[in-house]
T-cell receptor
Framework: AQTVTQSQPEMSVQEAETVTLSCTYD???????LFWYKQPPSRQMILVIR??????QNATENRFSVNFQKAAKSFSLKISDSQLGDAAMYFC???????????FGEGTQLTVNP | ETGVTQTPRHLVMGMTNKKSLKCEQH?????MYWYKQSAKKPLELMFV???????ENNSVPSRFSPECPNSSHLFLHLHTLQPEDSALYLC???????????????FGSGTRLTVV
């Protein structure tokens, strides 16, 4: 079975600084997607960034980028120039290409200090 | 407007009550999902519907009963719940059952359920 592990229950960062959130996963599949979702106090799960496993190039979306290490089964999220609005719970998630199930990690609560 | 609307936002119910959670999407999506989010635990997939047909039921107790009358609406009927069922219940939708990343999932803001 696929599992996703986020080893940092809480992280904090100063405004304008950079922070990296860790995620590891376990799978025997070769074709899958990885996601980072953000859940602010409004509770809606918002997609931050996604990565296709077959792509070697790391995905980037403005201030958000990932470090995807397929062999190590690691998928970390880097947030640059952190803003107060980035404060939220961040979830790493996995989905096999042929399936509909999203498997989530336990989440990392990110605090941004002014 | 999130695209996926869940009501009510909060719900407190006794263990002998019967209540229902509602999820609505007008995105033209064909698949809808119920997830349970408990504190300090990963989100758990409960049910999956595709074109109004239940395609996945992940060992969810029978006190949770889903209903999908059409592709825009999804309900979760609750009866004789236990305090450990208290959680945030999230609804999601996707255009297809196996969405490519270009489509992805749209989540609602959830119903915070407290069982007393």
């Amino acid at each position: 079975a696929q599992t996703v592990t986020q080893s940092q229950p809480e992280m904090s960062v100063q405004e304008a600084e950079t922070v990296t959130l860790s995620c590891t996963y376990d799978t025997s599949e070769s074709d899958y997607y990885l996601f980072w979702y953000k859940q602010p106090p409004s509770r809606q799960m918002i997609l931050v960034i996604r990565q296709e496993a077959y792509k070697q190039q790391n995905a980037t979306e403005n201030r958000f980028s990932v470090n995807f290490q397929k062999a190590a089964k690691s998928f970390s999220l880097k947030i640059s120039d952190s803003q107060l609005g980035d404060a939220a719970m961040y979830f790493c998630a996995y989905k096999v290409v042929s399936g509909s199930r999203l498997t989530f990690g336990e989440g990392t609560q990110l605090t941004v200090n002014p | 407007e999130t695209g996926v609307t869940q009501t009510p936002r909060h719900l407190v119910m006794g263990m002998t009550n019967k209540k229902s959670l509602k999820c609505e999407q007008h995105l033209g999506h064909n698949a809808m999902y119920w997830y349970k989010q408990s504190a300090k635990k990963p989100l758990e997939l409960m049910f999956v519907y595709s074109l109004e047909e239940r395609v996945e039921n992940n060992s969810v107790p029978s006190r949770f009963s889903p209903e999908c009358p059409n592709s825009s609406h999804l309900f979760l009927h609750l009866h004789t719940l236990q305090p450990e069922d208290s959680a945030l219940y999230l609804c999601a939708s996707s255009q297809f059952l196996t969405p490519a990343t270009n489509y992805g999932y749209t989540f609602g803001s959830g119903t915070r359920l407290t069982v007393v």
